[in-house]
């Protein structure tokens, strides 16, 4: 990536909790400012993004997603999302990680596009903390 000497000053607004670990991750890192470390994060999700977009053909692969199940209405949203993507859905796990918050493992098969589109659809829901996609080429 390229540098550019011409900045642009943005202002957001993260929950406490969340900036708390941000900070605790780039004092850990060693990052001179937040700013260095939303930056580098940035480029990450903008490599990370650039990565999906490339999944292409047959494949096979997995999504994990964290979640907060106390989320109002999350848990139905989830449910409604993955019966629109029956076809591609092989099987799941779900797991409690405390009282709150579950790991869900979904595995996948189909054209890239569509578990991109998955992945994508559970990736921006309203108390999804992450979500994950890995797949692999099907070889013949």
Same mark, same amino acid.
């Given at each position: ?7 642009? /000053? ?11 670990? +941000?900070? &605790? #991750? $780039?004092? !850990?890192?060693?990052? @001179? ?38 989320? /109002? ?11 629109? +993507?029956? &076809? #591609? $859905?092989? !099987?799941?796990?779900? @797991? ?45």
């Amino acid at each position: 990536m390229t540098l550019d000497n011409d900045l642009s /000053r943005i202002g957001i607004s993260l929950p406490k909790n969340l900036l708390d670990r +941000f900070d &605790e #991750i $780039i004092n !850990a890192r060693g990052y @001179s400012s937040r700013s260095e470390g939303i930056r580098d994060a940035i480029r990450t999700y903008i490599t990370y993004y650039r990565w999906m977009a490339d999944v292409k053909g047959e494949r096979e692969g997995v999504i994990t997603m964290v979640y907060d199940h106390d989320q /109002r209405g999350l848990l139905t949203t989830i449910t409604d999302v993955q019966h629109e +993507f029956h &076809e #591609i $859905i092989k !099987a799941s796990l779900h @797991s409690h990680v405390t009282h709150n918050r579950c790991l869900e493992v979904i595995l996948v098969h189909g054209d890239g596009a569509q578990l991109k589109a998955l992945a994508e659809r559970l990736m921006s829901q309203k108390g999804v903390e992450s979500v994950k996609l890995t797949t692999i080429q099907i070889e013949e």
